[in-house]
């Protein structure tokens, strides 16, 4: 059996994290309402990244699955390249799961939001050099620090509106878990930080 991929691993982890089944039928995808931001369907896509013909529809229409797959799997090569574009050598060089780890925090806060933490346009026309630690440690290969910046459950990515939701937290916890997977060990010591996870509490809330 062949080794599997950072996509391999990424379809399926973030995916997962990311949909709700309450949302899929057999006539497909249910659009929904993402927090009042957007109409996004399935794994959080985009109206916007689908086929012309599915982008102008309403909440509570339905598209099928397969192009909803596809449109999956086409944004997680496309975020992988532009990973790869932005941070070079120390993403390209990260094991699959560490990728995983980065790929799934991205996907989660947008590009924007990883690279300015979430600043205002206002404020990112007054600083528009400003980047976030994380970023900044990713950007420079110091992974222990961008490990701390990126899933901590007080530092991390964890907070909208500027309050810190219990949801992320349990994200970060994942994804950290996730980073950290050996690569010859595969999922079985990712299960062992996410027990730790929960034991810490860091499991409480939305799934996302």
Do not use: C
Request: hydrophobic content about 30%; glycine content about 10%; charged content about 35%.
């Amino acid at each position: 059996m062949s080794k599997k991929t950072a996509l391999d691993i990424a379809k399926d982890y973030i995916f997962e994290k990311e949909i709700d089944p309450e949302h899929l039928s057999e006539e497909g995808w249910e659009i929904y309402d993402d927090f009042g931001k957007q109409k996004a369907v399935g794994p959080g896509l985009k109206l916007s990244s689908l086929p012309e013909e599915y982008r102008d529809m309403k909440v509570g229409q339905k598209i099928p699955k397969d192009v909803v797959s596809k449109a999956y799997e086409s944004r997680l090569t496309s975020l992988d390249d532009s990973l790869t574009k932005e941070f070079g050598d120390v993403y390209s060089e990260l094991s699959s799961h560490k990728k995983v780890g980065v790929q799934s925090l991205v996907y989660n806060t947008g590009q924007r939001g990883f690279r300015t933490g979430g600043k205002s346009e206002e404020f990112m026309e007054e600083n528009p050099s400003y980047t976030t630690k994380a970023y900044k440690a990713l950007k420079g290969g110091d992974l222990e620090t961008f490990r701390k910046e990126a899933f901590d459950p007080e530092v991390g990515y964890v907070k909208s509106g500027g309050e810190v939701v219990g949801g992320l937290q349990t994200r970060r916890a994942a994804d950290e878990a996730m980073f950290m997977t050996e690569e010859d060990s595969g999922v079985n010591i990712a299960m062992n930080f996410m027990k730790k996870a929960e034991l810490s509490g860091w499991s409480q809330g939305m799934r996302k």
